[in-house]
């Protein structure tokens, strides 16, 4: 598996993890449990985390096609949850699972 993570400061972290994770639910599974969160799509598995000021978004895949996908589609839905104030998301490759 192919794996990158997007550190994304934000005052709100936690808000924006409960979204993700109750916006995807009605399709895909979802954990969701304090500050810890999975949502396992097709194309991968996208796993969550939020500390003080910065949710982590770690993403996992089989292929890079599948991996950019998993990418973008997190991306767009974070962004358009963070209407308001943008953050920037930009997604490093990672060798090792973080958590």
Not at 64 to 84: P, Y
């Amino acid at each position: 598996m192919i794996q990158s993570i997007a550190t994304v400061s934000t005052p709100t972290p936690r808000r924006y993890l409960v979204q993700l994770c109750k916006h995807f639910e009605h399709k895909l599974e979802v954990h969701q449990e304090g500050n810890e969160g999975s949502i396992a799509f097709s194309a991968g598995t996208c796993r969550l985390h939020a500390d003080s000021d910065t949710l982590v978004l770690q993403a996992e895949a089989p292929s890079e096609e599948t991996l950019a996908q998993l990418q973008d589609v997190v991306a767009r839905h974070l962004l358009r949850f963070a209407f308001r104030a943008p953050p920037e998301i930009t997604w490093q490759r990672k060798e090792a699972v973080l958590f």
